[in-house]
T-cell receptor, first 112, second 116 residues
Framework: GENVEQHPSTLSVQEGDSAVIKCTYS??????FPWYKQELGKRPQLIID?????GEKKDQRIAVTLNKTAKHFSLHITETQPEDSAVYFC???????????FGKGTRLHILP | NAGVTQTPKFQVLKTGQSMTLQCAQD?????MYWYRQDPGMGLRLIYY???????DKGEVPNGYNVSRLNKREFSLRLESAAPSQTSVYFC???????????????FGPGTRLTVL
């Protein structure tokens, strides 16, 4: 079955700097890659997603890139702000699936 | 719209006790999910239901049962709770499976369960 690996498990960056979180997936049939953000004590919420027919997608300060050949995708956050502190989860899904498989998460700390 | 709701918010059980976690959504979604979240382990899928009347096992189904009562409600039952089931449980729903539907999952607020 599909396996999603996520790195690093913890990341600290200075406010204003960029943060990058990387994920790899095992099954080349996967074609949908969402990213969820979970603030402390809150529920996970979708922040951006990408499908395999696109190499990059951007939404203001966040962007996701996908390399199908290498089977990895990354979340990029630029000009980080205190409110970006949270746990971020990558995930993968396949055509015909009604489920997604999550990575183990990255705890992002934005340092003042 | 309330979105996805879960009850209870907190629960403490003794080993061997049983309980049912309730979940309901008012977004007319076909698909519903139960996850558990443990430190360092991410969100692991316990069971899911792609439509009313169907349920499927996820990654960690042992020790749990589910019921898709109707399109709105999806419950998770622990028949004989064990300390290893101490976790935060999230219910979610999505349009996945419906033609043209979004794959975005909407999560409930979670249930924090402690088994002593």
């Amino acid at each position: 079955g599909e396996n999603v690996e996520q790195h690093p498990s913890t990341l600290s960056v200075q406010e204003g700097d960029s943060a990058v979180i990387k994920c790899t997936y095992s099954d080349s049939a996967s074609n949908y890659f969402p990213w969820y953000k979970q603030e402390l004590g809150k529920r996970p919420q979708l922040i951006i997603d990408i499908r395999s027919n696109v190499g990059e997608k951007k939404d203001q300060r966040i962007a996701v890139t996908l390399n199908k050949t290498a089977k990895h995708f990354s979340l990029h956050i630029t000009e980080t702000q205190p409110e970006d502190s949270a746990v971020y989860f990558c995930a993968a899904s396949q055509p015909g699936w009604d489920k997604i498989i999550f990575g183990k998460g990255t705890r992002l700390h934005i340092l003042p | 719209n309330a979105g996805v709701t879960q009850t209870p918010k907190f629960q403490v059980l003794k080993t061997g006790q049983s309980m049912t976690l309730q979940c309901a959504q008012d977004m007319n979604h076909n698909s519903m999910y139960w996850y558990r979240q443990d430190p360092g382990m991410g969100l692991r899928l316990i069971y899911y239901s792609a439509s009313e009347g169907t349920t499927d096992k996820g990654e960690v189904p042992n020790g749990y049962n589910v019921s898709r009562l109707n399109k709105r409600e999806f419950s998770l039952r622990l028949e004989s709770a064990a300390p290893s089931q101490t976790s935060v449980y999230f219910c979610a729903s999505s349009e996945a499976g419906r033609r043209g539907g979004s794959d975005e999952q909407f999560f409930g607020p979670g249930t924090r369960l402690t088994v002593l």
